[in-house]
């Protein structure tokens, strides 16, 4: 599981505003900054309207299932209103799928639905739970998709990078427990497990790198 997450909107928008700064700590799921972009408003519009139009498919097709019953309508018109509610929930998964993709939580979909929230506003969170260790950008700044603006951290586990030479690799195997003593302070040990075992044997060194991950 990564520890480090690099935050930023997954659509182009302006830094509107920060709600997490440098240093705080930060909850899985907990907003960060604020985004203003026209791609989500524009999407939230269209998840309304698709809602709408399948509302108003399923009634429809509803209608003509109880007419079939008592002979009243055709089966042509019974197959046209179920392939018009076909296509409406495809429509309705469509904008729901692109809202999730900017980062909308099935909560906040739901809120769209009840308030009918067509704003720009974009609330852009933290998938993990740690400290903010870098932040870069300010309000007013356009975000690109691509742009990562803060780093959250988890610093309760921390990784140790070792070296392990060749002739010892024998010795080393993923989830192994293991041991690490500082330099600067001999009396302090560390206590981890071993998560990760490199493949590639350097040629200078004839070591092999190795990450263990350690409590803080």
Same mark, same amino acid.
């Given at each position: 599981?990564?520890?480090?997450?690099?935050?930023?909107?997954?659509?182009?928008?302006?830094?509107?505003?920060?709600?997490?700064?440098?240093?705080?700590?930060?909850?899985?799921?907990?907003?960060?900054?604020?985004?203003? /972009?026209?791609? #989500?408003?524009?999407?939230?519009? !269209?998840? +309304?309207? @698709?809602?709408?139009?399948? %509302?108003?498919? =399923?009634?429809?097709?509803?209608?003509?299932?109880?007419?079939?019953?008592?002979?009243?309508?055709?089966?042509?018109?019974?197959?046209?209103?179920?392939?018009?509610?076909?296509? /409406?929930?495809? #429509?309705?998964?469509?904008?729901? !799928?692109? +809202?999730? @993709?900017?980062?909308?939580? %099935?909560?906040? =979909?739901?809120?769209?639905?009840?308030?009918?929230?067509?704003?720009?506003?974009?609330?852009?969170?933290?998938?993990?739970?740690?400290?903010?260790?870098?932040?870069?950008?300010?309000?007013?700044?356009?975000?690109?998709?691509?742009?990562?603006?803060?780093?959250?951290?988890?610093?309760?586990?921390?990784?140790?990078?070792?070296?392990?030479?060749?002739?010892?690799?024998?010795?080393?195997?993923?989830?192994?427990?293991?041991?690490?003593?500082?330099?600067?302070?001999?009396?302090?040990?560390?206590?981890?497990?071993?998560?990760?075992?490199?493949?590639?044997?350097?040629?200078?060194?004839?070591?092999?790198?190795?990450?263990?991950?350690?409590?803080?």
């Amino acid at each position: 599981v990564s520890r480090t997450a690099k935050i930023g909107p997954a659509v182009g928008g302006v830094l509107r505003q920060v709600l997490k700064n440098l240093g705080d700590e930060v909850g899985a799921g907990d907003p960060m900054l604020v985004v203003d /972009s026209q791609a #989500a408003g524009e999407a939230k519009s !269209g998840y +309304l309207s @698709a809602v709408a139009a399948r %509302d108003l498919a =399923l009634a429809n097709a509803r209608r003509e299932r109880a007419l079939a019953e008592r002979s009243a309508t055709s089966q042509k018109e019974v197959q046209q209103a179920e392939a018009d509610l076909a296509a /409406s929930e495809v #429509a309705v998964a469509c904008f729901r !799928g692109r +809202l999730k @993709a900017f980062g909308l939580s %099935d909560a906040e =979909l739901d809120h769209v639905l009840k308030d009918r929230d067509v704003s720009s506003r974009l609330e852009v969170p933290s998938p993990i739970a740690g400290t903010v260790v870098s932040w870069e950008g300010g309000v007013g700044e356009m975000l690109e998709p691509s742009k990562s603006v803060a780093t959250v951290t988890d610093l309760g586990h921390l990784w140790v990078m070792a070296d392990v030479f060749e002739a010892d690799l024998a010795k080393v195997a993923v989830g192994q427990y293991a041991e690490f003593v500082p330099d600067a302070d001999p009396a302090c040990v560390f206590k981890g497990t071993v998560q990760w075992v490199a493949s590639v044997v350097d040629p200078g060194s004839r070591t092999l790198p190795v990450r263990i991950a350690v409590d803080n």
